[in-house]
């Protein structure tokens, strides 16, 4: 899940001004590496150069300095490997923290050591433009300022990792045309995003005064959000609060792990609705926060993994067959950008989700 709000990439070839005056997630600071902290922006810090970059679905990388590699300056080491950017903009990646030598962000001079483990989260090129295309959108609400989608699972929510078409953004382009939004082109009113299989609730804004208040009310977390899940196994509370920091997954960078270590704080209510002897559970998510992948974390940490799930599954054979992953985005309440009155809106189970429940509940309650 990525539940944290989108926020707009600098226009191509914008020049940076003396003073940011953009809004800053929570926990900030000002600066480069070295504990100074580094902006979270689309753009990494990067928005004076002609080109859109994407840090939120970056494609992570990961080097072992060789004997004969040591010495080297860690900017011209990185420049020689990742051919697409330039060594100004790999500078920039690593002032702006994007760049980490055995899980520590150095400066762009550090001389490299026999062993060493660089990570790099390598940015994606974005698109100037999400191309409109004639795909189907299942709305639950439309108003004047603002949509409710029942996204599929498969479906992209915009365009970004080698995918340039077939996304919601796509579909909204050619729906809605240009919306006259910030930084619009390649995400049109996108205020937050779902993972690839995931289904469900999801609110796109249609002009610029609900883009900004409901994107300030995720940022805000005055929005609840609630999820069902097939997991593995019967948890043993029927409510419990998992509160664990989360962060990228040291040994493989694709996926996220408990990170005590100086991970994102994290919070996930899990609520269990129904279960099915020891093989299997229907349960209720409320994520407090919005990390990448955090209930999906959280619920494998707890020892319940999500049925279908290919990164965090890990092996364990589902009772029922499960062709994605079994989370749907089932409720979201946010004030609504005109009157400010919370407003609620739900997404029924889908058919696949409705089957492999239906299957569970047939194998009974025993062990």
Request: proline share 9%; charged share 30%.
């Amino acid at each position: 899940m990525s539940g944290e709000p989108d926020r707009p990439s600098a226009p191509a070839g914008a020049a940076r001004t003396g003073h940011d005056n953009r809004p800053r997630p929570e926990g900030h600071k000002e600066g480069g590496p070295g504990g100074r902290g580094c902006p979270r922006l689309h753009n990494g810090g990067v928005d004076d150069l002609p080109l859109r970059l994407d840090f939120d679905d970056a494609e992570p990388r990961v080097f072992t300095v060789a004997p004969e590699e040591a010495g080297e300056r860690l900017d011209r080491y990185l420049s020689a490997r990742i051919g697409q950017f330039s060594r100004a903009l790999v500078q920039r990646l690593i002032d702006g923290g994007s760049v980490k030598v055995d899980g520590t962000a150095v400066r762009r001079s550090h001389r490299l050591r026999e062993g060493e483990r660089i990570e790099v989260n390598v940015p994606q090129a974005l698109p100037p433009r999400a191309e409109p295309e004639d795909l189907p959108l299942r709305v639950l609400v439309e108003e004047e300022g603002f949509l409710v989608l029942d996204k599929d699972a498969g479906i992209a929510v915009h365009p970004g990792r080698g995918r340039a078409s077939g996304t919601i953004a796509n579909a909204i382009a050619f729906r809605y045309g240009a919306l006259r939004l910030t930084g619009a082109g390649y995400r049109p009113g996108i205020v937050h995003r779902l993972d690839l299989d995931t289904s469900g609730v999801m609110v796109v804004a249609k002009t610029e005064a609900a883009h900004a208040r409901i994107a300030e009310a995720f940022e805000k977390r005055r929005v609840e959000k609630e999820y069902r899940a097939l997991v593995h196994g019967a948890p043993d509370h029927d409510e419990r609060r998992i509160d664990l920091p989360l962060g990228r997954d040291p040994k493989d960078p694709v996926r996220h792990a408990v990170r005590l270590d100086g991970g994102r704080p994290a919070t996930t209510d899990v609520r269990t609705i129904e279960r099915f002897g020891s093989k299997a559970a229907f349960v209720a998510c409320h994520p407090l926060t919005g990390r990448t992948h955090q209930i999906r974390v959280h619920l494998a940490a707890a020892g319940h993994p999500i049925l279908g799930d290919p990164l965090y599954e890990r092996g364990r054979r589902s009772p029922v067959p499960a062709a994605r992953l079994m989370l749907h985005a089932s409720r979201l309440v946010f004030p609504h950008p005109g009157t400010g009155e919370p407003f609620a809106v739900e997404s029924p189970l889908p058919p696949d989700f409705e089957a492999a429940l239906a299957e569970l509940r047939g194998l009974g309650t025993g062990a």
